[in-house]
């Protein structure tokens, strides 16, 4: 086996979740994903599917007719984006590993704006790349990107800059002046920047532009097709669709047939009765997307309030994304307090140390929950935990 890979750590909120195996009466938030099933007209459209008999390989970059809708969709959010720039993908972490493998050789230079979900950092150093880790700051209450550190960071030799926005766990969103600051400094060192925006479509941001849904800005919003850049994307998140591993990526146009290769030797291609869901999911965006984020707003604003009010208790207010992204004071071992939490207060939370050594001290709420109740009754648990 490969050191690299021997040396891989495992993950710290499998870890918490292990220790609250077998327990009951556990509220666990420590995933990433909300506990709501995937709408029943998706689910029908994967079962039509099976019925017709669509289990056979498939295209490598996806169905024609998905590659359109997405780009259709995405075009309705973004500058225009034509259907040769997609790439359907097994999930967003397996978009992520396509454009780690499609840009990164061993000893290559990749900046990460961290602390972030460990995937995004995994997966380059697997690759044999060295990642350099750029920390964003907790300032009065909001999580900022030090723009002038980044710019630093960021030179000739940085083949990949990777910047996950809406962030998971922090909530910090890009804004669009910092992306146009970005996307000029990476053309003048010709890095690439491959940015998550897994999370575009859970924003917070109050004003959406007029007559347009609301999403977080975007490197799509700016960039010319052929820059540098890879963005990855899921059905995982705004369309309640984590357990089917669906994703994809926007490439530059000339950057598809290669895509298209190094998806045959990863995967082939995605499940045909997959992509109908997809494409099921695409179809119903307009409506479905909008009420997953006025519920999520629902539950954000509903565990805020509850953790700001907790003396000790420091939080700044999630822009975007699913989590609430807290420290109690005096925290040193995010991961002994996360298993206290399970086993002392039956409360399941995810220690801010699985996202790296920036996130230390720090512990990640998932509050996509269908009943807010269950929030109530958790934040309930961590006050009588804290004898508040
Ligand atoms: C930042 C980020 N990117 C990508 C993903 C991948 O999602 P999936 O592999 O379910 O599509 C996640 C999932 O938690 C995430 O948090």
Known sequence: MRTVV???????????????????NVL???FGEGDAPTPETVRAAAVRSLDAGETFYSHNLGLPELREAIARYASGLHRPIGAGRIAVTSSGVNAL???????????????????????LTAQPAILGARVVRLALQSDAGRWRLDLDALQ???????????????????????????????L??????????????????????????????????????LAEPDD???????????????????????????STASFAKLIEFNTSCAPVFVQRAGLAALQDAGSSV???????????DTLLPRLEAMPGVSVARPEGGLYAFFRIEGTADSLTLAKRLVAEAGLGLAPGSGFGPEGEGWLRWCFASRDPGRLQAGADRLAAFLRL
């Not at 053309?187 to 849904?213: L, S």
């Not at 540098?228 to 994809?248: A, E, N, P, Q």
């Open 97 to 119: 590993m396509l454009a780690m493998q499609a840009l990164l050789d061993a000893g290559d230079e990749v900046v990460a704006v961290v602390p972030v979900w460990p995937n």
């Open 290 to 300: 909008a009420g997953v984020v006025a519920h999520l707003r629902v539950c954000r």
């Open 228 to 254: 540098r850049l890879i963005v990855v994307h899921s059905f995982s998140k705004s369309f309640l669709m984590t357990g089917w591993r669906l994703g994809w990526l926007v490439v530059p146009e000339a």
């Open 28 to 30: 666990a938030f420590w």
């Open 6 to 24: 021997q040396d891989l750590p495992g993950s710290k909120i499998r870890e918490v979740a292990n220790a609250g195996l077998g327990r009951d």
């Open 184 to 221: 000029a400094h990476c053309r003048r060192t010709g890095t690439w920047i491959v940015a998550d925006e897994v999370y575009e479509r859970i924003c917070f941001a109050d004003g959406a532009a007029a007559g347009r849904p609301a999403c977080a800005p975007s490197f799509l919003d």
């Open 152 to 182: 630093e960071a960021i030179t000739a030799r940085t083949r990949v800059l990777l910047v996950n926005s809406p962030n998971n766990p922090t909530g910090w969103t890009l804004t669009r002046a910092e992306q146009q600051a970005i």
